[in-house]
């Protein structure tokens, strides 16, 4: 049996594609394993970016199996770390994840799209929620970020009636941030990828860390974590050899090396 995933790394990015004919629909075995590589890729601090995307061009990916659901897998739900396809309730992975949407995105593949930080779609992409029409909801992702994300009459529209939205349409909304060719959309992908690579991997990590810790505060609130010291990976940032790097390399008028390692202190001068 092939492996439902293909990995590979480009340096500091890594390569998450998903490969299940014919529709890309996710099992609990398939989540299950994505909530590993992603957690492998959370954890592993020589990798700073991750693009997912599947293989084909006509379905990113139909979401839940529903094959495997009429077989018992939604009495169990079982999706392993991260839930549902490793990244929608992964809530302290901080690097940045880009979705390569190649094709139509429906359900659960909708919800992988709004987990992600970036999205970069096929000028051929749809995307729609069916789930209403199944007996179910979109629970993954769907009902909980959608409606954050557009105008929630927009969001009640799609998810209740079923309603594909274009990629044109989705980009208008924000939804996505590039619609290109559907030849072209790894390749971009890849560019964007390759473009956040070249920046500080903790100012990246601390960015995403703190824009999710202060959602539904107030700008003062916000301030105060900030000042509260309650986001480790900022702290990190703080304390990293980058965060004097960057200003040294713009005075030096060179590009900045970049490690993501904390900055070593000056030997002490005192006597024993």
Same mark, same amino acid.
């Given at each position: ?17 998903? /490969?299940?004919?014919?529709? %890309? ?100 992409? +749809?995307?729609?929620?069916? +789930?209403?029409?199944?007996? %179910? ?15 929630? %009459? ?22 996505? %941030? ?42 003062? /609130? ?12 900022? +702290? ?8 004097? +790097? ?27």
């Amino acid at each position: 049996m092939s492996q439902p995933l293909k990995i590979e790394r480009r340096g500091r990015v890594l390569e998450v594609t998903l /490969d299940r004919p014919k529709a %890309n629909a996710i099992d609990a075995a398939t989540s299950i394993r994505m909530g590993e590589v992603f957690c492998d890729f959370r954890d592993d601090d020589s990798l700073w970016v991750a693009i997912l995307t599947s293989a084909g061009d006509r379905i990113f990916s139909a979401g839940w199996d529903l094959k495997a659901a009429t077989e018992g897998e939604h009495e169990r739900m079982d999706y392993g770390a991260g839930g549902f396809g490793g990244i929608t309730e992964l809530w302290d992975l901080h690097k940045p994840v880009i979705a390569a949407v190649n094709g139509l995105a429906v359900g659960g593949g909708c919800e992988l799209m709004l987990a992600a930080d970036l999205v970069v779609a096929s000028e051929a992409a +749809e995307f729609w929620f069916p +789930e209403a029409r199944l007996g %179910n909801m979109a629970d993954a992702g769907g009902v909980q970020r959608l409606p954050r994300r557009v105008p929630v %009459n927009v969001a009640m529209e799609m998810l209740m009636t079923g309603r594909r939205m274009s990629a044109g349409e989705a980009h208008r909304w924000g939804l996505v %941030n590039w619609v290109v060719p559907p030849d072209d959309v790894l390749a971009k992908a890849r560019e964007v990828a390759d473009g956040l690579a070249r920046s500080a991997p903790l100012s990246l990590w601390a960015i995403k860390e703190v824009v999710r810790g202060i959602e539904g505060m107030s700008v003062e /609130d916000a301030f105060r974590a900030l000042h509260a010291r309650k986001f480790p990976t900022y +702290e990190r940032m703080l304390a990293s050899e980058d965060h004097e +790097e960057g200003p040294r390399a713009f005075v030096e008028k060179r590009e900045p090396v970049f490690t993501g390692q904390r900055r070593q202190r000056a030997p002490s001068t005192g006597s024993d």
